[in-house]
C-alpha cells in the first residue's frame, strides 16, 4: 500500500488506458437528470442506474483500486485511483453513489476495523450492494454534535437505540448507518459522553420517512429509533470515542490519497459550463456573450473560479500563507459554497425566459439542470454549518475576532 | 436628462379597491391554499375567479360603456400586489393585460365585440414570446391569403393559455407588428403545450399554430409604442405583484427569525440575518414607491416618457428585490429551508419566474439607459 | 405667524422675485471648494465667506422670514421660507452656515424662550454675528446620550461645569454651545439627570482643541470644560428636563414649516451630478456615458435615487404603508447615507486617472469636490448612530427581531 | 475557451527575497513612518533607497552581465507586497518597471548604457498617459527633424517623476509606439508639475515636454504587444502592493474590533462587523492567490495569453478588494475613522491610487472577456 515510485510512463499508461475505458464506457443519457451529488437519490430508477455504473467501475478494477486486495481492492498505490478519479471528472461520468461506504465508513474500517469487520463490509461497499448512510444531524440540534440526544444503552451484548437523525441522505436505501449516539448522559460530557457504531438500518425499531427537497424531488430521510437493539459489536473504538472517531473521518474526504476508495462524489459546476449555456442564448436579439454586462459578469466569476483553485495551490506553500495561517483551508467551504450558489443563480439569468422552466420540461435548457442545481446548491451553504456559522468560524479562528 | 417627475396618488378608487383587495385575497388565499392548487390543472379555483367578476374587478379597467368601471389599469395595482402577498396564482394580470390592450389599440367595433365578455369573465391573455429572449422583435408572420391572412407558427410560454378564452397574439404583417384577437376554441386542445414552470403555482403554455384563418376583424394594427406600452404595463403588473410577494417572503424570514433559537439564542438577534433581512424591508419598500408613482401616472394613452421611465425602474427593482429576497428566505430557514414543505421554497421559485417576466432586470435598465442618456 | 391663505399668484410672483435675486447676487467662485455641509468650515476664509453670504440673505429678507419680526425676522407665514429655501436649493447657492442656530437653537428659543432670551439671541443667529453649536456627543460614548459624562453643578446662581464634548462643529468659532450635561449623578436617571443650557463658550474654563478629519481639513473640536462657571440662566426648561428638550429639536428638522429659520444646511449630490462628470470622461477612448457598464452602474443608482425621494413621499400616504408602519422614517437615514457613499464613491471610479488627485491639485475635476465627498460622507454613515445601528434599530423596531 | 494554467511557483530566490523584504520593510517603515513622509517633497527616505541598492534589488530583474541579479521581475513581488504591507512608499514599483521595459525592449547598446546605473540606483519610471483614460491609445508624438526627433506635448500623473533619474516616455512615430528613454536633467525643473494626489504617501507629476531634442538612441521602437505587457506588468506590481496593503488594513481593523467596546461589549464579536472583515479576508486570500500565480507565470518575452489573464485578475481582484477594505476601515473605525489620526485614512486614500493605476476593475474585466470570449 506504500507509495511505491512508479514509472512516469508506467502512469501515463494507466492513465491512457482509462481514459480509454471511460469514453467506450461511460453511460448513455438515461433520458432523466443524473445527480450531481448522492443527496440527490430520489428514486430506485436513479439508484439502480448508479448501483449499475458503480459495480461496473469498480469490477472494471477502476474503483478501490488503493484498498488491500483481499477485500476488493487492488492493494496499489493510492495514484493509480488519483488518476483514475482525475479522468472520471474530466470525462464528466456519473458519481459514485455509495459515498458514506466509500469516502467515510469503509477508510475507518480499513483503519481501525478487525479482520472480520473488513470481511464484512468492505466488498459490498465497493460493489455497491451494501449501501451506506450517516446519522450525524438530529432534528432542532443544527449541526452541533454536541447536542445529539439519540442515546445507545447499553443492555448486555447489545445496545438499545432511542432517539431520531436528520438529513439521512439514502436512509430509505440504506443497509448500514455510521451513527453517533449517546452513551453517557452526563451533562458534563457534551463531546466524551457519544459512541460511534456501524448500526444496521434494516432491524425492528428502526423507520424511515422520506423528506422532500426544495426541489421536489427525495434523497432525504429522518431516521427514526425506537429501542432499536443493534449488537454491541458494531460499536467501532471504545464506548465515548465516537466524537474523535466523528472528527477522523473529516481527513478521508482528501480523497484516495487519505484512504477513500475514489470514484467522483460531485459533478462540480463551472463558469465555463456557464458560458457554453451563454453561448445559445440571446439578450435583446444578440448572442447573451456579445452582451457586455453578461460578459462583465461571467469575467467576474472566472476570476473567482480561479482564485479558488489557486487558493488550493497556494496553501501548500507555508510562506505564502504566513500572514493569516490556516485562512485558505478554513475559509474554503463558506468560499467555495457561496461561489458556487453565484454562480447557479447566474445561470438562470443567462437563460432569459428559458429559466422559468424546471426540471420535466422538455424543452428546458440542459433538461432543467441549472435550476435543480440553484435550487440543490443551497444544501450546501445550510448543510455542514451554514454560511454564517462559517463566517464566525473564520472570523473567530483565523482573524482571532471574539465569539457573539 | 429631466428626473424629477415624483408624483405619488392614491385615489379613493384605489382606496376603496385597496381595502376590499386586502380582504378578499386574505379570505380566499395563503400558501397552504397556494400548495393545494399546485397539482390542478389550472392552477387557479374558478369560485375565486368567479367572485373576482362579482366584485367588478374582470372590468376594472373597461370602460363603463363596455360594462367596466373605468377606473384605469392604476386601479387594479392594489388588488395584484395583494394577490401576490397571499400568494394568490389567478390569471388576472393576464386578463387585465388582454383587455387593456384591446381597450388601448381595438377599433370600436372590436371593443363591443371583445370587452364586454372579458368584463364578464371571459379570461384574456397576451402571447408575445418568438423566443426566450423578452428583448427581441416580434418575428410570427401573418400571410395574406385571398380575404384573410393565414397564421402560422409558435408562441413560447404564454401566461394562462389554457385558461384563456381569448389570446391576443403579437405577430406581424411586412414587419409591421400586429396583435391578433385569437378565441382558444380556434384553436385544437393538442396545439396548447403546457411547460413545466420553476413556479408551481403559475400556468404556461406554448402554442402551435397551424395554419390558422386571421380575418381582418381580429387584427389589431399596432405601433412600435403599443407593443413598448402593453410589455411595460406586463412590466408594471409584474412588479407590483413581487412587492407582494417579497412582503409576505419577509413576514415569514421575520416569523422564522423570532421562534426559532439557536445555541440558546433566537436567530433574529444574529445581525447576519437581521440586517440582510432589513435589507429586504429596504428594497420592497422602494420597489413599492416606484410602483405606486408607475401607477400615479401611467397614461391612458400612449405613455410619456416618465411612464415609461417609472414601469422599467418598478419592474427592474422588484425583480432584483424577489430575487434576494427569495434566495435568503431559504438560506435564513436553515435545514427546514431546504425542504418542500418551507414556504420559502415557493418564494425562491417565483422569483426565478417574476425575474424573467417582460425582460429581468439588465433588459430594463438598458432600455432605461437609452431613454435618459441616449 | 399662521399660514394664512395667500393668493398662488402672490406666492409665484414671490418664488419669481427671490429666483431673480438669487440669480443677480449668488456669489461667485471664490476660488476655494465651499463646504457641502456646515461641518466643514475648517478655516476663516470659508467661515467669513459663508458668514457675508448669510448675513446678505438675511439682511435682504430671504432668510428667517417666519421669525417674529421684533427679533430679525418678517413674521411671515413659512411657506416663503420654503418657496426661497427651494429656490436656494436649485440655483445650488452657498449654504447658510449658522445652523445650529438657525435649525435648533433658534427655533427652540422661539418655543420655549423667554422674552429676554429671544431679545439676546435671535438676531444674531440670523445675521451670522453669533455662532452656535452643539455640545451633545462625548469621548467614548458614541452616540448614546444616557451616557453623558459632562457635569453640571449647580452652585448658587451659576452650574459649574466640567467635562468635555467630542464632533464639537465650529468649537472654535462658536459664542454659545446648546449643552447637555448631566445635572443629577443618580444611576437610575440616565436620560431626566440631563439638563440643557444655552451655554456661552468664550468664558474662562472652556477650551478646544480641533480634530483633523479623514478629509485632511478641520470643522469639528473637541471641547473641555474645566471649572467653567455658566450663569443659572443659561438652563432651558427645567433641571432634569435636557433629555426631552433634545428630542424636541429633532422635529425643527423638518424645515421652515416647524419653525427653522430656513436657508439650505447641506448642498446635496445627485446621481445627475455624477453623469455630468461621466460626460467630460471616457473609458477605453469612448464617453464614460456610451460605457455599457457605467450606464449600468448608473441607472441603479438613479432608481434607487429615485426610490429614496418617492418614498418621501408615499410615507405621507398611510394606506401605502400599512405593511410594515414607520419602515420609511424610519430607515431613511440607513438608505440616504448608504447611498450618499455609493454615489460618491462612484463617481471617483467615473474619473478614470484623475480619480486619483485631491482638493488642491489645479487638474481636479470640480476642485476635487467628489473625492472629499466621499470621504466626508462617512460622516453621516457613522455619525448619528452607525449604519450597522440603524440597521438593528429598523430590524429591531420596524420588523419586531430581537435585540443583539 | 482553455483555462486551467493553475501553476503557482515559489522558487528559492522569492522564498529568500520574500525572508529579507519582510525584515527590511518591517524595520524601514510602519503607517508612523509613512505619516511623516508625506510632508517630505519626493515622499520617500533616500537612506531607505541605498540599503534597497546594497540588498541589490534595484537590480533584481536585471540580467548579471548588466549588474543584475537575474532573477526575473517575479522575485519582485514579495518585496512589492511587504512594501504595501508596511506603507512604504517607495519608487520601487517605477523602478522595476522602467528597467524591466529597457531590459525587454532596448537594444544592446541601450541595455549597456542604461541597464548598470539603474541597478546602481539611478531611479526610472515609466511614463504612460496622455490622458486621463488608461484604456486610450498612446498619442504624444515625435516629429521627425533632420538626423533627431523633437518631442512636444505632455504626460499625466508620471509617478514619481520627480525622483527619477530617468524617465521612458510612450509615444509615437507615425502612430507606431515607441518608448523614448529621457534623462531628468534633460528637463526643466518647472517642465515637471507636481500633482496634489488623494494618496498623500504617493508622488506623480505632469511633465510637460517642449521641443526636446530625441537622438535615434534613446528610442525604443515598440509594438502593441510590449506596450500591452509593460501596462500588465505595471498593474501585477500594483495589484501586488495592494495585497500588502488590504493585508494591513485587515490587521489594523481587527486590532481595533478586538480592543474597543461598544455596549458593553468588544465591537468585532457584532456579526455586521465580523462577517465583511471576514470578507475582506477572503477577498485578499483571492487576490493573492492570483498575484502569485501570475508571478509564476509570466515571461520575460512577450506574454502568453495565460500570463495576460493572470495579470489582469490579479489586478481586478486586488483593486476591489482594496478599496473594499479601505472603505471599511473607515467606516468599523466610527467616530476614529473619521480623523486623520486614524491609519484607516491611509488606506481609503491608497485604494483610491490604487484603483484607478494602470485601470481600474472594470477595465480589466473588459479586457478578460476580449481575451477569453473573443
Known sequence: ?????????????????????????????????????????????????????????????????????????????????????????????????????????????????????????????????????????????????????????????????????????????????????????????????????????????????????????????????????????????????????????????????????????????????????????????????????????????????????????????????????????????????????????????????????????????????????????FSTTIGGGTSQIQANIVGEHVLGLPKD | MEFNNLKIDFTEEQSMVNASAKEFCADNSDTKRARQLIDSELGFDTDTWDEIIQLGWTGINIDDQYGGMSFGISAAIPIVEHMGNTMMSIPYPSHLLASELIGRLGDQSQKSQWLPPLCDGKRGTVAFLDNEDWGSEPQLKLIKKNDHYLMTGEKLLVSDALSADIIIVLATIDTHPVFVIVESHMLKPQDLHPRTLIDETKRAADISLQNIIIEETQIMHASHEIVRDIKLLGSLLMAAESVGVISITLKTIVDYLTTRKQFGKLIGSYQSLKHPTVEILLEMDSAKSLVYHAASIIESGTLSIDSQIACHMSKAKASDALSFAGDRAVQFHGGMGFTYDCDAMLFIRRAQWANQQFGDPQYHRNQLAKLIFD
Open chain 1, 1 to 377: 500500500m506504500h507509495n511505491n515510485k512508479h514509472s512516469k510512463t508506467e502512469l501515463s499508461l494507466f492513465r491512457k488506458k482509462v481514459s480509454e475505458w471511460l469514453r467506450i464506457n461511460k453511460p448513455k443519457d438515461p433520458g432523466f437528470l443524473l445527480p450531481q451529488t448522492f443527496m440527490e437519490i430520489g428514486s430506485e430508477q436513479v439508484l439502480n442506474f448508479l448501483r449499475e455504473w458503480q459495480f461496473k467501475l469498480w469490477s472494471s478494477g477502476f474503483l478501490g483500486m488503493s484498498w488491500p486486495s483481499e477485500f476488493g481492492g487492488q492493494g496499489l498505490p493510492p495514484i493509480f485511483q488519483k488518476i483514475a478519479d482525475e479522468e472520471m471528472k474530466k470525462q464528466k461520468v456519473p458519481i459514485c453513489f455509495n459515498v458514506i461506504g466509500l469516502g467515510w465508513a469503509g477508510p475507518l474500517i480499513i483503519d481501525i476495523g478487525t479482520e472480520e469487520e473488513k470481511r464484512k463490509y468492505l466488498k459490498g461497499i465497493l460493489s455497491g450492494d451494501d449501501i451506506w448512510c450517516q446519522g450525524f444531524s438530529e432534528p432542532n440540534h443544527g449541526s452541533d454534535l454536541g447536542s445529539i440526544q439519540t442515546k445507545a444503552e447499553r443492555s448486555q451484548d447489545s445496545y438499545i437505540v432511542n432517539g431520531s437523525k436528520i438529513w439521512t441522505t439514502m436512509g430509505n436505501f440504506a443497509k448500514y448507518m455510521i451513527l453517533l449516539a449517546r452513551t453517557n448522559n452526563d451533562s458534563d460530557r457534551r463531546y466524551d459522553g457519544l459512541s460511534f457504531f456501524l448500526a444496521p438500518m434494516k432491524i425492528p425499531g428502526v423507520s424511515t420517512s422520506p423528506i422532500r427537497k426544495i426541489t421536489g424531488d427525495y434523497g432525504f430521510t429522518e431516521t427514526f429509533f425506537t429501542d432499536a437493539k443493534i449488537p454491541a459489536s458494531t460499536l467501532m473504538g471504545e464506548e465515548g470515542h465516537g466524537w474523535s472517531l466523528a472528527m477522523k473521518l473529516l481527513q478521508y474526504e482528501r480523497g484516495a490519497e487519505a484512504g477513500a476508495a475514489g470514484g467522483i462524489s460531485i459533478i462540480p459546476t463551472t463558469v465555463e459550463d456557464v458560458v457554453e449555456v451563454a453561448k445559445t442564448t440571446k439578450k435583446d436579439g444578440i448572442s447573451s456573450l456579445k452582451d457586455p454586462i453578461t460578459r462583465d459578469e461571467l469575467i467576474k466569476l472566472l476570476i473567482d473560479q480561479k482564485a479558488i483553485y489557486l487558493g488550493e495551490r497556494r496553501a501548500t506553500f507555508n510562506e505564502l500563507c504566513m500572514d493569516f495561517p490556516n485562512s485558505l483551508p478554513l475559509s474554503s467551504k463558506l468560499r467555495m459554497t457561496e461561489f458556487s450558489r453565484r454562480l447557479r443563480q447566474y445561470a438562470l439569468t443567462v437563460q432569459g425566459a428559458a429559466a422559468a422552466v424546471y426540471v420535466g420540461d422538455k424543452k428546458a435548457i440542459q433538461s432543467g439542470f441549472w435550476q435543480r442545481a440553484y435550487l440543490n446548491n
